[in-house]
């Protein structure tokens, strides 16, 4: 067997370097230094690999609340978004799922991610789809990290006029690229994720349309207070972060609560969607470009 604990520590330094100094995060393609807040991530916590959603025909508050499809760190932790319960209302805290692999298979994800078109200059062209999500994916490599963004990658049809056979082609190799490294969740054993911040994006409560003889009565927000700072002034969403014994006294109100609950702060309700932060996000900031 191949012995690759040289090219995974060359990837882990790697992400070390180009994060926190001269890359650009997969969290924020902006370059904005995900430290400013000034906390000191733990070592391991360097993203290496990610893929996530953007865009689509979506609520506002479920873009800024995305949780990445799979992110993988140089410790070896995977952690992606986990099956949802077929109820309505839904529950009011996402299912964050994390698993470890090796260190090794960390260099090869890394590896694969380039083979299968994620680089500068991959051409996957636009379908003619619309109001798909973009499926982008980031890696870290030795030479910095490499992007891509693909529109419609699992709604496009094989025989799209608007795709070439080299697109299709190559969009072919990321999707079963991308296929698996979700199927990394169903070939190992998972936990759910130990949150240690959380970020709540409040907007204002409207009863839901929905029909239904009751609505979840209003529990009182044990957190910071509602909204805090808007993510966009142009959307009126707005986040705070909780941590310690601020998170702990959410995490217990949450128990009793669904993503219909109403929120109260301040005299006035909220509707507030949950989104765990992962090892590379330090606040809101890091949700503020999700698009």
């Known amino acids: 067997m191949t012995n690759l604990r040289g090219p995974v520590a060359a990837i882990a330094g790697a992400a070390l370097f180009l994060l926190g ?8 393609p ?6 400013a807040s000034g906390a000191e991530k733990p070592a391991g916590s360097e993203l290496v690999l990610r893929v996530r959603q953007e865009g689509g025909f979506v609520p506002p508050e479920q873009i800024a609340g995305r949780i990445p499809m799979v992110s993988v760190y140089a410790d070896g932790r995977v952690i992606t ?9 839904g529950p009011a805290m ?18 694969r991610a380039v083979a299968a078109g994620v680089r500068s200059g991959t051409d996957l062209g636009r379908p003619a789809v619309a109001d798909a999500p973009t499926t982008r994916i980031d890696v870290v ?17 094989l025989d799209d006029p608007m795709l070439t056979e080299p697109q299709k082609a190559a969009r072919a190799e990321l999707a079963a690229f991308v296929r698996e490294l979700t199927d990394l969740r169903d070939a190992s054993e998972s936990e759910t994720y130990p949150v240690q911040t959380m970020a ?21 927000w ?4 509602l909204p805090g700072e808007h993510l966009d002034p142009n959307i009126e969403i707005g986040c705070v972060v909780a941590s310690g014994a601020e998170l702990d006294e959410i995490m217990a109100a949450v128990a009793d ?10 005299g006035k309700q909220y509707r507030v969607t949950f989104r765990p932060l992962l090892p590379d996000e330090t606040g809101c900031e890091d949700l503020r470009s999700a698009r």
């Open 200 to 220: 709540a994006l409040a907007q204002p409560y409207h009863k839901p349309n929905d029909g239904l003889p009751e609505q979840p009565r209003p529990l009182a």
């Open 257 to 266: 609560a669904n993503m219909n609950t109403p929120w109260s702060s301040g």
């Open 94 to 111: 996402p299912n964050v799922q994390m698993q470890r692999i090796e260190e090794d298979k960390v260099a090869e994800l890394a590896d």
């Open 81 to 89: 978004e986990g099956p949802v319960v077929a109820i309505y209302p």
């Open 21 to 28: 100094a001269c890359a650009r995060p997969a969290s924020d």
């Open 30 to 35: 902006t370059g904005r230094d995900a430290g």
């Open 222 to 225: 044990p957190g910071p207070a």
């Open 141 to 157: 490599t030795a030479g910095g990290t490499q992007s891509v963004s693909v529109e419609a990658l699992n709604e496009a049809t």
